[in-house]
């Protein structure tokens, strides 16, 4: 399975994506550089190793878009964005559907 996590933050959501989905490859996606620095040291203690971080802005079409994935994780992210929209339109191409949970 793949999981992309868009703004992955200090990596909290990512240890637990990580945890739950052990075979699962998983790409964690921040625009800030000590968020990522963070998530890193968070994984790295836990001895998790299914984690690849990437720093990318999301609101420009980025290279993580150009994989597929088995799903996307977004969490209070959406209010971030210039065009969520069209995150949303990029993000439902790379996962093949669009869903939301309550």
Not at 25 to 54: C, H, M, P, W, Y
Not at 62 to 73: K, L, M, N, V
Not at 83 to 95: G, I, M, T
Request: with cysteine; glycine share 6%.
């Amino acid at each position: 399975m793949r999981i992309l996590e868009c703004g992955c933050l200090e990596g909290a959501h990512t240890t637990v994506l990580a945890q739950a989905f052990p075979d699962a490859t998983i790409t964690a996606v921040d625009v800030r550089e000590t968020n990522l620095q963070k998530a890193k040291f968070i994984l790295l203690s836990s001895g998790i190793t299914n984690v690849r971080l990437t720093k990318e802005n999301l609101n420009e079409p980025s290279a993580a878009f150009t994989q597929q994935y088995d799903a996307i994780f977004c969490v209070g992210l959406l209010y971030h964005l210039r065009q969520p929209a069209q995150f949303l339109a990029r993000a439902a191409q790379a996962a093949g559907f669009c869903g939301f949970l309550p």
